[in-house]
């Protein structure tokens, strides 16, 4: 299994709360995602990093802001929590070597399920 | 746009029955193809993938092959247990700044002894 960890595994918050998750690999991969799973909707990438202090946005970052000061750690901030932020969020990582030829795989973490009450 | 389409669950099997999980893709230039597989309480996990057209992956008894005149990439399996139990997610990846997945809705299967 690929290093990945991610914490905390579960929260509870309330709305208008700041909220930060942490994704932590010990693969040295080049890139990192913050996906959010919701029932009907499969999993939508929030924002991603290419590199460190290398972030963009995904379909769903509205909300959101991602910070990544080392090649092991991103971090994904709720600036504000609201309800409609309740979800389950998981990270991934890819080494990015593979591009265009065998494919890049991602791997996932085991997940956050955040609760904003 | 980028899209993946996956038929509606959940879907029930008895043990040994034969599975094919449809998934339909739209994407600009040529896409990998995955299938990723999520345990109850767990993340997600690669089952199999495909990189070019008429390509096949397989991984334990699953398959699928890359058909870009169908745009599909459909999951099968001949023979299910009750441990394939989990849900099924087929996505695509879009080549940009280190590859996006898109991914369909996810499909359901739950197999009964």
């Known amino acids: 299994d690929a290093g990945i960890t991610q914490s905390p595994r579960h929260k509870v918050t309330e709305t208008g709360t700041p909220v930060t998750l942490r994704c932590h690999q010990t693969?040295?991969?080049?890139?990192m995602y913050w996906y959010r799973q919701d029932p009907g909707h499969g999993l939508r990438l929030i924002h991603y990093s290419y590199g460190v202090k290398d972030t963009d946005k995904g379909e769903v970052s509205d909300g959101y802001s991602v910070s990544r000061s080392k090649t092991e750690d991103f971090l994904l901030t709720l600036e504000s929590a609201t309800s409609s932020q309740t979800s389950v969020y998981f990270c991934a990582i890819s080494d990015g070597s593979n591009r265009g030829t065998i494919g890049e795989t991602q791997y996932f973490g085991p997940g956050t399920r955040l609760l904003v009450l | 746009g980028n899209s993946v389409t996956q038929m509606e669950g959940p879907v029930t099997l008895s043990e040994e029955a034969f599975l094919t999980i449809n998934c339909t893709y739209t994407?600009?230039?040529?896409?990998?193809l995955f299938w990723y597989v999520q345990y109850p309480g767990e993340g997600l996990q690669l089952l199999l993938k495909?990189?070019?057209?008429?390509d096949k992956g397989s991984n334990k008894g699953f398959e699928a092959t890359y058909r870009k005149e169908t745009t599909s990439f459909h999951l099968e399996k001949g023979s299910v247990q009750v441990s394939d139990s989990a849900v099924y997610f087929c996505a695509l990846l879009i080549y940009n700044q280190g590859g996006k997945l898109i991914f369909g809705q996810g499909t359901e299967l739950s197999v009964k002894p």
């Open positions: 994407a600009t230039g040529y896409p990998s």
């Open positions: 495909a990189t070019k057209a008429d």
């Open positions: 693969e040295n991969h080049r890139y």
